[in-house]
């Protein structure tokens, strides 16, 4: 028989561990979310101050977490505490750090629930004014001066979901803590966000919305038809013809994202020469995407291109011109992309 206490001791020991290696990907993905979003801010709609810190309290995190939390990021129930800040962001130019208590914005207290969603609401009414920031560290209380920066405003979320798998709603950029496995480097992680971030400043889910309305309207007309003629489908045509029209411009959609968001990454200071290999890698993660085009362009196609738009970013570098996407380039290339090959 095992003994009782050795297993529990064991079950708190990967716990923490899981919550720590969370929340280090989560750092990750904040520091790399932040400079894609304030470098590419031009090309976005929706623009928001940020300062670049993640702050939360052990009551501000989801309810699985809270047994260990204190213990594996040392942070407490009552003082929101920073858990990731972005390289060079105005709060690290201001000596805030991973583990400081953050008390106060221009005197107002800030909320030990809701934190991040309180501070970004606040932020935005503040607009770039300087802000105030009291911390707290080691029991030492400072008052800091931030300087924020408009950036993209779509917030990025990390899940665990061990698909790799990265996608964009209207209102937010989901990165499931699978895709880590393809995007090994920031660079890489850059070209991924960057992805997400060139499907909302180039319109393409809602595109992609109205081709499936579209494709809906078309197949009710279908099943109107066969239900004049005492037929009941059972809104089949309604439901397919919907599936068609999301699906439709997919591909071309896809890989014009990867050229653009190749250019946001390397816009945010990001050298992506080799990141081409994630597609290597991506296309052992799900094999059917060396051969099938049914949604994204094969990853053999994606691969090539990534190569070519890196050379194409570093020769625009060594002649000093302005690092923008030519989309002509991209709709020359979809024109040729591999399609579905059947077997």
């Known amino acids: 028989m095992l003994p009782a206490q050795d297993v529990a001791n064991e079950?708190?020991?990967?716990?923490?561990?899981?919550i720590r290696a969370y929340y280090a990907a989560v750092a990750r993905v904040d520091n790399v979310g932040f400079h894609i979003r304030v470098a590419n801010r031009q090309f976005c709609k929706n623009v928001a101050t940020q300062i670049g810190l993640h702050a939360a309290t052990v009551r501000g995190l989801p309810r699985k977490y809270r047994s260990y939390t204190h213990e594996a990021l040392q942070i407490g129930w009552s003082k929101p505490a920073v858990i990731s800040i972005a390289s060079d962001s105005p709060a690290a130019v201001a000596g805030i750090k991973v583990g400081d208590q953050i008390l106060t914005l221009d005197n107002e207290v800030v909320p030990a629930t809701g934190t991040a969603r309180w501070m970004d609401r606040w932020l935005q009414r503040h607009g770039e004014a300087p802000v105030q920031i009291m911390v707290r560290r080691d029991g030492v209380d400072t008052l800091r001066t931030v300087l924020p920066v408009p950036a993209c405003a779509i917030p990025i979320r990390y899940v665990s979901n061990q698909t790799a798998n990265a996608y964009t709603t209207n209102d937010k950029i989901v990165l499931n803590s699978g895709i880590l496995r393809v995007a090994q480097s920031d660079a890489d992680l850059a070209v991924i966000v960057g992805h997400e971030l060139a499907h909302v400043t180039m319109g393409y889910y809602q595109k992609k919305e109205q081709n499936a309305f579209l494709g809906a309207v078309g197949g009710a007309l279908v099943d109107g038809g066969f239900m004049l003629g005492g037929i009941y489908t059972g809104t089949t045509f309604t439901r397919h013809f919907e599936k068609v029209g999301a699906q439709a411009f997919s591909v071309d959609f896809e890989r014009e994202a990867d050229y653009v968001g190749a250019y946001y990454a390397a816009r945010a200071?990001?050298?992506i020469s080799g990141s081409e290999e994630v597609?290597?890698?991506f296309a052992q993660e799900d094999p059917d995407s060396i051969r099938l085009a049914t949604t994204h362009p094969i990853t053999a196609a994606r691969f090539v291109q990534m190569r070519k738009v890196a050379a194409e970013i570093a020769d625009k570098?060594?002649?000093?011109l302005p690092l923008v996407p030519n989309l002509k380039v991209a709709h020359s290339a979809s024109k040729t992309a591999t399609r579905d090959n059947p077997d």
């Open 269 to 271: 200071g990001y050298d």
């Open 279 to 281: 597609w290597r890698r």
């Open 11 to 18: 079950q708190r020991k990967e716990q923490i561990d899981q």
């Open 317 to 320: 570098k060594r002649q000093g």
